[in-house]
């Protein structure tokens, strides 16, 4: 079984449209994450969620909206997508433990995404 | 947010040789952690590391959390076709995991 699936694995799309991507993690972690890796390869944090309760939102566009109905789901809605947006984003997930995190991630596969 | 500069930025080596890779920050972390990354792949953990000064080994792979809590290496020996990969190292300060820039590993069968 897959630790963290997200889904679809690509996505191509118009400039102008809405997507969603989602995120389900089966190792019973207490916060997800978005990550937005770019073509130079760097890895940047958009949101966490810890519980089901938003703990990071880094400066992204408000066209991006996480949603987390319970804390085994994270998704990710994108607004009016740019050319810009074009990218792969990777949910993530770790376990807190006593307030503080173990210091693990687990990455699902990532979706690419591309605006034409 | 936190800048980590990982160098070399890419690596071309003969199988069979050992690498060297390292990550400094200008910040203090309390954990620092190396992840590898497939093609097409998410990026899997390979080493983390809890306390400063500490060594720890994965097989033929090695990391060190540097003494003054803002930097770490990453070493590994004998390399093999299939250690070819994006390796990436990451600070843990409160909630956040901070990436570095990556290195490309190249290796030449």
């Known amino acids: 079984d897959t630790a963290v699936s997200q889904t679809p694995k690509y996505l191509v799309t118009q400039m102008g449209n809405d997507k969603s991507i989602k995120c389900e993690q089966n190792?019973?972690?207490?916060?997800m994450y978005w990550y937005k890796q770019d073509s130079k390869k760097f890895l940047k944090i958009m949101f966490s969620?810890?519980?089901?309760?938003?703990?990071i939102n880094e400066t992204v566009p408000n066209r991006f909206s996480p949603k987390s109905p319970d804390k085994a789901h994270l998704n990710l809605h994108i607004n009016s997508l740019e050319l810009g947006d074009s990218a792969v984003y990777f949910c993530?997930?770790?376990?807190?433990?006593?307030?503080?995190?173990?210091?693990?991630?687990?990455f699902g596969e990532g979706s690419r995404l591309t605006v034409l | 947010g936190q800048q980590l500069n990982q160098s070399p930025q890419s690596m071309f080596i003969q199988e069979g040789e050992d690498v060297s890779m390292n990550c400094t920050s200008s910040?203090?972390?309390?954990?620092w952690l190396w992840y590898k990354q497939d093609p097409g792949e998410g990026p899997v953990l390979l080493i983390a590391?809890?306390?400063?000064?500490e060594l720890t080994s994965n097989g033929r792979l090695t990391a060190q959390f540097g003494i003054t809590r803002k930097d770490s290496f990453l070493n590994i020996s004998a390399s093999i076709p299939s250690d070819v990969g994006i390796y990436f190292c990451?600070?843990?300060?409160?909630?956040?995991?901070?990436f570095g820039t990556g290195t490309s590993l190249t290796v030449i069968p």
């Open positions: 590391l809890y306390k400063a000064g």
């Open positions: 969620y810890n519980n089901k309760e938003l703990i």
């Open positions: 990451a600070g843990l300060a409160g909630n956040q995991f901070y």
């Open positions: 190792l019973g972690h207490d916060t």
């Open positions: 993530a997930s770790s376990q807190r433990s006593s307030g503080s995190f173990t210091g693990e991630l687990f």
């Open positions: 910040s203090i972390f309390n954990t």
